[in-house]
T-cell receptor, first 114, second 110 residues
Framework: AQSVTQLDSQVPVFEEAPVELRCNYSSSVSVYLFWYVQYPNQGLQLLLKYLSGSTLVKGINGFEAEFNKSQTSFHLRKPSVHISDTAEYFCAVSPWNAGNMLTFGGGTRLMVKP | DAMVIQNPRYQVTQFGKPVTLSCSQTLNHNVMYWYQQKSSQAPKLLFHYYDKDFNNEADTPDNFQSRRPNTSFCFLDIRSPGLGDAAMYLC?????????FGQGTRLTVV
């Protein structure tokens, strides 16, 4: 079984400041890792994914994340946020041998203030 | 162009009155999922299909049923909605390694 913990339920930040959203996971098997963004009353949109290879992955909208196997973490970062980045962000894992059976973390609400 | 389409976007139903939510896809993916997302919570998997093979999560209530008449369409039936079933319902398709989500249907039970 897998579990995902997003350490911060809310992250307030000023516009143009850097931000890091934290994600830790546990699993008895190797997993693939994902970050999704959800705007109010919308579905989930994939920001980025880690499957293998370089531990630093870049996604859409200027986001990037780093996979740290020893710390079982997959933190999401952006060097300079915009008001439009205000949304809910979900970290998710999928076992390597189970298709796309996603287990989500509890979500982090990013609130960008002017 | 929308690839996973959910209808309606907003649904209001009466307590105990059966309701059906629909999902269609233009991606021709063989895997489809239904998730339930309650307010300020993570999405929770209810069911998934691999082609016509139906897989029910162990803790999905019997009140929830699903149908997939063909590759493109999938339905979520709630036989007797309770107040606790008010949530956003998300449909998704999958082609490894990515899942594609619809816009969701927000269900209100009155």
């Amino acid at each position: 079984a897998q579990s995902v913990t997003q350490l911060d339920s809310q992250v307030p930040v000023f516009e143009e400041a850097p931000v890091e959203l934290r994600c830790n996971y546990s699993s008895s098997v190797s997993v693939y890792l994902f970050w999704y963004v959800q705007y109010p009353n919308q579905g989930l949109q994939l920001l980025l994914k880690y499957l293998s290879g370089s531990t630093l992955v870049k996604g859409i909208n200027g986001f990037e994340a780093e996979f740290n196997k020893s710390q079982t973490s997959f933190h999401l970062r952006k060097p300079s946020v915009h008001i439009s980045d205000t949304a809910e962000y979900f970290c998710a894992v999928s076992p390597w041998n189970a298709g796309n059976m996603l287990t989500f973390g509890g979500g982090t609400r990013l609130m960008v203030k002017p | 162009d929308a690839m996973v389409i959910q209808n309606p976007r907003y649904q209001v139903t009466q307590f105990g009155k059966p309701v059906t939510l629909s999902c269609s896809q233009t991606l021709n993916h063989n895997v489809m999922y239904w998730y339930q997302q309650k307010s300020s919570q993570a999405p929770k998997l209810l069911f998934h299909y691999y082609d016509k093979d139906f897989n029910n999560e162990a803790d999905t209530p019997d009140n929830f049923q699903s149908r997939r008449p063909n590759t493109s369409f999938c339905f979520l039936d709630i036989r007797s909605p309770g107040l606790g079933d008010a949530a956003m319902y998300l449909c998704a398709t999958s082609r490894w390694p990515e899942a594609f989500f619809g816009q969701g249907t927000r269900l209100t039970v009155v």
